[in-house]
């Protein structure tokens, strides 16, 4: 059972460069869950969905884009990449009350 | 506005004693509450729970007290081990919303 799985771990961008990050679960969960997290700060919400075609902004969505054709999978887009968006983006999915989170995509943007 | 707070960043505890994780609210609408751990280079790990039906809920060496009149949770770990430091984060919800609030986490070093 590989739980919350993300890929890249790593992977630097240039000003202005697009990229997808990857996520995929396979318990089965529909919430599911973007996070970044910057350094000394801690999780602020990017985007959320709650089922297959059912997608939400969070605190901070700007930037970001998602979809969720399938309970699967839910990648996050950065169309325009941007110094601000700077940090390590978390994957989860949700059963009951409990978060589970992937090992993290480590981005830099310079 | 920051609505779950850890007002200390750091926290170093001698291995073998208790260590202490406080965490503060201002939502009194929060009624589910959990605690995760962080590792360097890994996601957050589910850790222990409590709804805010009970003021306690044990787990091994983990008990989380909960009080809801000082809007207050604390992650009491006994005896700490070295495998313990970690980043902790506390995070709270409530019925309805279908988001987790974040604080900013405490780092906690277990000195052998």
């Known amino acids: 059972n590989a739980g919350v799985t993300q890929t890249p771990k790593f992977r630097i961008l240039k000003i202005g460069q697009s990229m997808t990050l990857q996520c995929t679960q396979d318990?089965?969960?529909?919430?599911m869950y973007w996070y970044r997290q910057d350094p000394g700060m801690g999780l602020k919400l990017i985007y959320y969905s709650v089922g297959a075609g059912i997608t939400d902004k969070g605190e901070v969505p700007n930037g970001y884009n998602v979809s969720r054709s399938t309970t699967e999978d839910f990648p996050l887009r950065l169309e325009l990449a941007a110094p601000s968006q700077t940090s390590v983006y978390f994957c989860?999915?949700?059963?009951?009350?409990?978060?589970?989170f992937g090992p993290g995509t480590r981005l830099l943007v310079l | 506005d920051q609505q779950v707070k850890q007002n200390s960043p750091s926290l170093s505890v001698q291995e073998g004693r208790i260590s202490i994780l406080n965490c503060d609210y201002t939502?009194?609408?929060?009624?589910?509450f959990l605690w995760y751990k962080k590792y360097p280079a890994e996601g957050p790990t589910f850790l222990i729970s409590?709804?805010?039906?009970?003021d306690k809920n044990e787990d091994g060496r983990f008990t989380v007290f909960l009080n809801k009149s000082a809007k207050h949770l604390s992650l009491h770990i006994v005896p700490s081990q070295p495998g313990d430091s970690a980043v902790y984060f506390c995070?709270?919800?409530?019925?309805?919303?279908?988001?987790?609030?974040f604080g900013t986490g405490t780092r906690l070093t277990i000195i052998p």
């Open positions: 995070a709270a919800h409530y019925l309805g919303n279908e988001k987790l609030t």
């Open positions: 939502n009194s609408m929060f009624d589910y």
């Open positions: 318990m089965n969960h529909n919430y």
């Open positions: 409590i709804s805010s039906i009970k």
């Open positions: 989860a999915s949700r059963e009951q009350e409990t978060q589970y």
